[in-house]
C-alpha cells in the first residue's frame, strides 16, 4: 500500500511522515530524489536522496523515475526502482509528495497498487509563521516562492481521498494512523474475494 502525504511546504509532512514510521510497524518511508543541496536537519536516504542536477536529468534520460517535477527551483523525483522494491517487500509506504506527483502516480500505479491520498491543510498565515521558524531559516524569497504556490495546492484538494486540517500535530497523527489501518485492512479484505 502506498500512502501520499501532501500539503503546502510547511505543512508538516515530514514530521509526520516520522511520527508514522515511529509508531507503526510496517510502515516505511519512501525518499523522494532531488538536486537540491541537503539542509542541517536532512539525513541523505533517509529525508531525500541527494543527486547533482546533471545525474538527476541523466535518470530522467534514462527513465529511471516515475515522476518528476520543479518545484521550489529543484526536481524532485520518485524512483522506479526504490519504490518497486518497497512495494514487493509488502511495507506500507508513507512518501511525502506534491500534488503534480500525487496526480501522476495515482494515474500511473492505481491498477497495481492500492494508493491512499492525504492533504494535510493548513491556513496561510500559519503557514507563513511554521516557515519563518524553521530551523533552516528559508530566504525571504525561499517563504514566498512557497508562499506562492498556497493556492495552486489548495485548488487541487479535490483529487485527495482525505482532507486534514493539521493543527495539532498528535492529533493528525492519530487521524492518519486510523486511516491507513482501515484502509490496509480493507486491501487485506479485498484481496480475498
Known sequence: MLVLLSGVSGAGKDTIKRELIEKMENVESLPSYTDRLPRSNDIP???????TTK????????????EYSVHHEHYYGTSKKLLNEKINSGKIIVKDIEVNGVENLTRLLKNDVKIITIFL????EELEKRLEQRVDKPSIKEIQLRLNRFDFEESKIGMYDYVIKNNNLQKTVNVIM???KNEYSLSKSEAEF
Do not use: S
Not at 536516504?45 to 543527486?51: A, D, K, L, M, P
Not at 491543510?121 to 496561510?124: G, I, N, Q, R, T
Open 121 to 124: 491543510k493548513v491556513p496561510k
Open 178 to 180: 486510523e486511516i491507513i
Open 45 to 51: 536516504g533517509v529525508t531525500y536522496n541527494f543527486v
Open 55 to 66: 545525474e538527476f536529468e541523466e535518470m530522467i534520460k534514462n527513465g529511471e523515475l516515475y
